[in-house]
């Protein structure tokens, strides 16, 4: 079964499959209605373009069903609210999630200065297939077909993002974590990770959708 992927503002994404939807990281930096229609939702770390307490407690509301997984930090914020309904995740783990299978990966966000104290920060591979890894640049012992690539932040530059997809070796790489990208400098990070990455570089306007 194939995978709809539809990319969301900023680091979010939605996959369907068989009826059925997974959303990642619908944070602050991402449309309101981003996690809305989910069955699963995956969190990968509690910073705020990632994590918008708001929008999943309403979307948990509108839909009785649908559950989370994510690490101790964000689950402690909500669970209260939704017995049995948020479940803890950490690296090495693997569950089932609305038909999706999905194995951990990661456990510290990349740093942003050495002041800072680092974050835990977690990776979810989907169906073997598809890995998005949060703020991190961390790679799975899993080939990756589809890697969701953070191609701007305050923790990184170009050399290394254009180093992860080699190290990682996707098919295909797609473009996260982008919100603070300007449409004036969106065609050089193209035409670096188009020409060193290794890999097949797709960018995805917001509402855009691709089968994976």
């Known amino acids: 079964m194939s995978l709809k992927l539809t990319k969301k503002t900023h680091a979010c994404v939605r996959l369907e499959k068989d009826g059925r939807t997974l959303v990642i990281d619908p944070g602050a930096f991402s449309e309101a209605d981003a996690a809305l229609g989910a069955d699963a939702v995956l969190v990968t770390h509690e910073h705020p373009d990632h994590f918008a ?27 209260a609210a939704f017995p049995g309904r948020v479940h803890t995740v950490g690296h090495g783990d693997a569950f ?16 942003i200065h050495p002041d800072l104290p680092r974050i835990t920060n977690v990776g ?12 991190a640049l961390t790679v799975p012992d899993h080939p990756v077909d589809t890697l969701m690539l953070p191609v701007q932040a305050p923790w990184s530059k170009i050399s290394e993002v254009i180093e992860y997809v080699r190290e990682v070796k996707p098919r295909r790489a797609i473009d996260i974590h982008d919100a ?15 020409n060193l990455g290794g890999a097949d570089h797709a960018r995805l306007s917001p509402g855009d959708s691709a089968e994976l």
Do not use: M
Not at 180 to 194: E, S
């Open 124 to 135: 979810f591979l989907v169906d073997g297939s598809l890995f998005h890894p949060g703020d």
């Open 53 to 79: 307490e708001d929008r999943l407690r309403t979307a948990l509301e509108a839909n009785p069903a649908a559950e989370i997984w994510t690490l101790r930090s964000v689950a402690e914020k909500i669970s």
């Open 96 to 111: 089932h999630a609305a038909g999706f299978d999905v194995q951990v990966h990661g456990e510290l966000h990349a740093v």
């Open 180 to 194: 603070l990208l300007t449409d004036l400098a969106r065609p050089i990070y193209d035409t670096h990770l188009g």
